[in-house]
Each structure stands twice: as C-alpha cells, then as structure tokens.
T-cell receptor, first 110, second 112 residues
Framework: QKEVEQDPGPLSVPEGAIVSLNCTYS??????FMWYRQYSRKGPELLMY????GNKEDGRFTAQVDKSSKYISLFIRDSQPSDSATYLC??????????FGQGTRLTINP | ETGVTQTPRHLVMGMTNKKSLKCEQH?????MYWYKQSAKKPLELMFV???????ENNSVPSRFSPECPNSSHLFLHLHTLQPEDSALYLC???????????FGQGTRLTVV
C-alpha cells in the first residue's frame, strides 16, 4: 500500500466550478500537510500548509485535514483557467522527509 | 523567480558521460534537498543536507553523488547513468525547523 494515495485524474471542470482535490494516507505519524501546485515545465510551488485537523483558508483555496480518517482535501472556489495545473499533496512526519502523492492534473475550461 | 535557481534547465547526456547539476538558493535557508520526478510517479526524495551535512540518503545509487559546499549551494554529480534515470531533477530548500520546502524549476535530464 502506498503511503499517500492521490487520484492522478485528469480532472476537467468548467470555469467557475468548485474543485475538490483529495489525498488519503496510511501513516498516522504524518504531522504536516501541504499542497503544491505545479505548472507544466515548472517546479512545484507551495500553496498551503497546515499542521492540525480542520480547515485553513487562503483566498479561493481551502485546505481541509481530517486526521481521524487520514484524509486531506484542497478546495478551489470560483476556479479560473489559470488554476489549470497539477496539484500535489505532500505530507511530512518529521526528519524533513516529504512524501508526495502522485499529483492530480486539473484543467479549467473557459 | 522562486529564490531557488537550478542550472542547466535541460541536459542530454550519454551513459558514459559525467555531468553536474547545480542548485543555488537565495532564501537564507539552511536545509537543501534533491528530488527526482519521473513520469507518472510521485516525487521521490533523494538526499537531504542540513548545514552542509548530508543527513539523508534515500537508497540512491552511487552513480548519483551529491555535494554541498555551503548552505546556499548544492550539486548533483552524475556518472554512468542509465536511460531509466531520465527524469526531472528538482532542488528544494527550507529552514531546518520548518517543513515548508521551496523548489527550483528543475533540470530535465535525458540519458541516451
């Protein structure tokens, strides 16, 4: 079983839709939960970072962590074509080792 | 500009060549990392350096040899690579006490 599972998609939605991206994990020792966005031919850029269960909001983006279910989500409201990218979840349990999901390729259609 | 600069952006090398990838960070971080990103696979951590000292080698073959002369610079020396080593190699940096890692643009490596 992979430590972090993420549906690779691709996921295609119309502009303005609410997007939900998810990861599940098996190791309850993970403490830090991150979402990265990666445009084609670019390195990943950090979008959001959270430590505890609950929600964290930043503009149109909301990160949600449910440690009891080992489930994390990223919601994008009012999605824009510029949000089209691959979204990677990354989890860290200490010792600076980030474990990444496979990434979900998202396309927002105008 | 992400604060982490990688050169070259693209590299094609033969299996008998020796080449080096370079990474420089301008963020004042004290930890640096090499990751490998292959098609349809998650990013894989290769090496971790803290204050110039290697603290993690994730079972990487010896044909990959990292070097960290100071907290701002990181190299990955390559020799006798295989075609399956073709991938995007990403450098990242962070503060030692903070899990937020900032990535460079990557070097797209093709081994022929």
């Amino acid at each position: 079983q992979k430590e972090v599972e993420q549906d690779p998609g691709p996921l295609s939605v119309p502009e303005g839709a609410i997007v939900s991206l998810n990861c599940t994990y098996s190791n309850s020792a993970f403490q830090y939960f991150m979402w990265y966005r990666q445009y084609s031919r670019k390195g990943p850029e950090l979008l959001m970072y959270t430590y505890s269960s609950g929600n964290k909001e930043d503009g149109r983006f909301t990160a949600q962590v449910d440690k009891s279910s080992k489930y994390i989500s990223l919601f994008i409201r009012d999605s824009q074509p510029s949000d089209s990218a691959t979204y990677l979840c990354a989890l860290e349990q200490g010792a600076q080792k980030l474990v990444f999901g496979q990434g979900t390729r998202l396309t927002i259609n105008p | 500009e992400t604060g982490v600069t990688q050169t070259p952006r693209h590299l094609v090398m033969g299996m008998t060549n020796k080449k080096s990838l370079k990474c420089e960070q301008h963020l004042g971080h004290n930890a640096m990392y090499w990751y490998k990103q292959s098609a349809k696979k998650p990013l894989e951590l290769m090496f971790v350096y803290n204050f110039k000292e290697q603290t993690e080698n994730n079972s990487v073959p010896s044909r990959f040899s990292p070097e960290c002369p100071n907290s701002s610079h990181l190299f990955l020396h390559l020799h006798t690579l295989q075609p399956e080593d073709s991938a995007l190699y990403l450098c990242a940096s962070s503060r030692r006490d903070n899990p937020e890692a900032f990535f460079g643009q990557g070097t797209r490596l093709t081994v022929v």
